[in-house]
């Protein structure tokens, strides 16, 4: 996933076979993706966009959306920026920071939230439930449900 400033700011999945310059996360999957996926657009498809002003959570909604593709196609995803961090939360409730930089399969993550950097909402904490989990994620950020 890449980020340009074009229309206030927009996420981009792009489908390609080798490395990605300038990706702010990544992710393997293991379902196969369809062929056409790579070739149009260049494999450049939008995730969203519109980032300014009262509609700044659009973009950790963005990841949220992304780790969502991730885990729709079986896959494991790395985050690679640090102007983002990632929670996770399993089914049984225990949440924990996504790492920097590590690949990590989302088979067993039932929910995801995404927060500025600064934001210490999830830090220290070991077990939500779904709800408190979600809404503190959209107030603070974004968040979504996987499954």
């Known amino acids: ?68 593709q991730c885990r729709d196609l079986d896959g494991s995803c790395a985050l690679l920026s640090p102007a983002i961090k990632m929670y996770v939360r399993s089914k049984e409730g225990d949440i924990s920071q996504f790492p920097l930089g590590t690949l990590i399969s989302l088979e067993k993550i039932h929910a995801v939230a995404a927060v500025g950097p600064e934001k210490d909402c999830f830090d220290g904490v070991g077990k939500l439930s779904q709800d408190y989990f979600l809404g503190t994620g959209t107030k603070e950020g974004g968040s979504l449900t996987l499954i």
Request: hydrophobic letters at 40%; glycine letters at 8%; aromatic letters at 20%.
């Open 1 to 68: 996933m890449t980020f340009d400033t074009v229309s206030e700011g927009t996420l981009f999945i792009n489908w390609s076979e080798t490395p990605v310059p300038d990706a702010l996360a990544y992710f393997a999957p293991t379902k196969a993706v369809p062929a056409f996926k790579f070739k149009k657009d260049g494999g450049r498809a939008e995730l969203i966009r519109g980032f300014r002003g009262p509609t700044r959570h659009r973009f950790y909604d963005g990841f949220c959306q992304f780790f969502k």
